[in-house]
């Protein structure tokens, strides 16, 4: 029984955080001292842009007039994946009550937020899919105002196709905003005046920073930092298309880690040679960012069981994780920790990060532990609810007088005896012994 690292990573995602942090909380105080006016500073500063922040209804038609059908059918489809699986989320949740006690009734309400920030990237690429991604599913949640923003892109407003995405995905509020000062504007309600309840969509290390620093004062959808892929793969896997798997996500930027776990030696030797052509053969700017990613962060781990593999997945904890085995049901049924799951050869990230319809924001750096990925669940809260009769309190009320008394609150013991005393007049209980001063 062994693990054994082929490739180790030179560094971890967390190696730069330190500054993002300092950065991200000088400029949230900023913001929140001076507002608008701040943000509008930002934007000039940042990302060059001097424009109207707010997107109207003509600006979307005339930014949008130009792209042709072919590419709106292709978004309106991408869109149309999502939010028939995000409808299905929501359709696997229900309300309910149930009489847990003769006279007591609790129950369980499904209430979306007010409002929702969605944030969409648009720095070394235009992310089209993070609009839908994030808009089409707080709508079909049943969110009732969703405040959109997007970078500028090279010096204009927003990418048109993003845009066009946007307005597909139901978007009410649209804002021309990047990085810290658009995550600000949502939480604030700067533009808009409508202070968002959660924010949601990836982003780069400082607005994944601002995310973690707001959070508490509004909801986020996961703790995110760079984009992660894994790959498991045995004997059976294809080298050439596990070498382009690791590639493919590493393109996101230089601190996107790729990990190869396998227990085939042959495999992990085909795939470490293979790699560094395909960087080589990629467009100027993916080659830069892969490159650097595969070279700091990159990882390729055997082991000498599939159980081991599985330990190693779990433990990692990363956000796509690609399965190329034999017996997938196996590997379903026994991996706990991932962002998504794509499960066989024919699965690939991309696919999910696109098209097929399950959400591409999902957590990073281990977060998968504990949390899934964007859903309307995010954006749906989870409330209880309970009612009593008077014949109800003859029973809940002595247990709670007494629980409150061991628990030295005499203050909520009272509540109780209160509503003995009047629901049954001249009837003793057992309330335990008074707290002493």
Known sequence: MAITYLKKAAR?????????????????GEIERRGEAAVREYAEKLDRWTGDIVVGAEEIERRTAGIDAATRRDIEFAAGQVRLFALAQRDSMREFSIEVHPGLVAGQRLIPVNVAGCYVPTGRYAHIASAYMAIATAKAAGVPTVVACSTPYRGEGIHPQVLYAMKVAGADVIMTLGGVQAIAALAFGLFSGKPADIIVGPGNK??????????????????????????????????????????????????SPAW??????????????????????????????AGAAWRDYGEVILCDTREEVAGVSDTYATEHLEVHASDLDWWLARLTCYGSLFLGEETTVAFGDKASGPNHVLP???????????????????????RMTREANHAIGPVTARISRLEGMEGHART????????FPGERFALGPPVAD
């Not at 996961?222 to 070498?243: K, Y």
């Open 12 to 28: 971890t995602p967390d190696t730069e955080s330190g500054n993002a942090r300092r950065v991200v909380e000088d400029m949230l």
């Open 206 to 255: 400082f607005v994944a920073e601002a995310k973690r620093m707001l959070f508490g004062r509004v909801g986020i959808d996961v703790f995110a930092g760079p984009s992660e892929v894994a790959v498991i793969a045995d004997h059976t896997a294809d080298a050439d298309i596990v070498a382009a798997t690791l590639v493919g996500p590493a393109e996101h930027g230089h601190e």
């Open 260 to 289: 190869l776990f396998t227990t085939s030696r042959a495999l992990a030797d085909a795939v470490l040679e293979r790699v560094p052509a395909l960087i080589d053969a990629l467009p100027a700017t993916a080659r830069d960012a």
């Open 364 to 386: 990073t750096r281990g977060a998968a532990r504990y949390s899934g990925g964007l859903s309307v669940h995010k954006f749906i809260k989870t409330v209880t609810w309970q």
């Open 416 to 423: 109780a005896d209160d509503r003995l005393a009047k629901y």
